[in-house]
């Protein structure tokens, strides 16, 4: 089992800044992905940014440029930090988990919600 604990969500102005960090516990694999997700209201969740434990990093197209995954193994947390927020990256971010092992181990976090005004 894998627990996850979401924080920095909030509301800011368009143009500005976030930073989302996600906290792993439990049954952490050396070789995993952690990842964060959003899902804006009437829509499919979908990737915004993943970090495998090696380094390698991912991100959708709309937020390359302005966001920046990181990670730090040894407290088994994981980072997003937003700039240039617009009006389209509305949504609530989840943290998502998943260890490679003798087992493949999903988890979610709970989420948090970022709200850009205009």
């Known amino acids: 089992q894998v627990q996850l604990v979401e924080s920095g969500g909030g509301l800011v102005q368009s143009g500005g800044s976030l930073r989302l960090s996600c906290a792993a516990s439990?049954?952490?694999?050396?070789?995993?992905?952690m990842s964060w997700y959003r899902q804006a209201p009437g829509k499919d969740r979908e990737s915004v940014a993943s970090i495998t434990s090696g380094g390698a990093t991912d991100y959708e197209d709309s937020v390359k440029g302005r966001f920046t995954i990181s990670r730090d193994n040894a407290k088994n947390t994981v980072n997003l930090q937003m700039e240039n927020l617009k009006s389209a990256d509305t949504a609530v971010y989840f943290c998502?988990?998943?260890?490679?092992?003798?087992?493949?181990?999903?988890?979610w976090g709970q989420g948090t919600l970022v709200t850009v005004s205009s």
């Open positions: 998502n988990y998943v260890g490679f092992g003798l087992r493949r181990l999903d988890a």
């Open positions: 439990g049954t952490i694999f050396s070789i995993n992905r």
